[in-house]
Each structure stands twice: as structure tokens, then as C-alpha cells.
């Protein structure tokens, strides 16, 4: 079973930058499809990007688009989410899933990634 371990989390000021960080274990990382989700307090988990197995295909929520920046380093097995020009409302648990399909014609449903990180908190201060 593969094991996935978020890092990266923390506390910024609107406007700044953080960069998540996935590291999995177990399993073949590089035949994967990974995504990052987000799930702020009181609303229900949402999508926030993906990246097929090879890094060649990403997706990004319309929310996030521009502004944030999903990779891979199958050598590191570790998938990233960098994120610039936070917003206030970008507070949320970040979490990063896998998902066993590795490409995709369509954006993945979140029910495609079955397994899944621990979360780590961002918190982005107005």
C-alpha cells in the first residue's frame, strides 16, 4: 500500500508564497496520477490540481489557475504544489492523493484518487 506524507504547510501572509511537498512510499510512484485537494473549515473537500504520471498533463481548479504550479520528481517520488499570491481564501487542510490511472482524457473525479496524505494546514493571514 502506498504511504503519502504532505509537508509544507504553514502560516503566510496574503500575497506571499508556500511550496507543498507529497512524498510517497511504496508502490510505483511514476506509473501514478497525483492530485492535490483542499478542504477548508465548514465546506466540503475540493480539487485544486493533478498531474498525470509523466508530469506532461496538468490540471488546475479555476480558483487556483495562475497562480499555482503542480510537479513531479518520480526520481524523489514526491509530487509539489507550489503556491503563489495566496489569498485569504486559500486557507484550507491541503491534502495530495493518488490516483492508481496514471493519465487521463478528462480531468479525474475526486473518487478516481483512493489513496491519501494526512493533510497539512495552510494558513494565509489578511
Known amino acids: 500500500q502506498v504511504r503519502l506524507v504532505e509537508s509544507g504547510g504553514g502560516l503566510v501572509q496574503a500575497g506571499g508564497s508556500v511550496r507543498l511537498s507529497c512524498a510517497a512510499s511504496?508502490?510505483?510512484?511514476?506509473?501514478?496520477?497525483m492530485g492535490w485537494f483542499r478542504q477548508a473549515p465548514g465546506k466540503e473537500r475540493e480539487f485544486v490540481s493533478a498531474?498525470?504520471?509523466?508530469?506532461?498533463?496538468?490540471y488546475y481548479a479555476d480558483s487556483v489557475k495562475g497562480r499555482f504550479t503542480i510537479s513531479r520528481d518520480n526520481a524523489k517520488n514526491t509530487v509539489y504544489l507550489q503556491m503563489n499570491s495566496l489569498k485569504p481564501e486559500d486557507t484550507a487542510v491541503y491534502y495530495c492523493?493518488?490516483?492508481?490511472?496514471?493519465?487521463?482524457?478528462?480531468?479525474?473525479?475526486?473518487?478516481?484518487?483512493?489513496?491519501w496524505g494526512q493533510g497539512t494546514q495552510v494558513t494565509v493571514s489578511s
Open positions: 511504496g508502490g510505483t510512484f511514476s506509473t501514478y496520477a
Open positions: 492523493a493518488l490516483r492508481y490511472l496514471g493519465n487521463w482524457s478528462e480531468r479525474p473525479p475526486q473518487t478516481d484518487f483512493t489513496s
Open positions: 498531474i498525470n504520471w509523466s508530469g506532461g498533463k496538468t
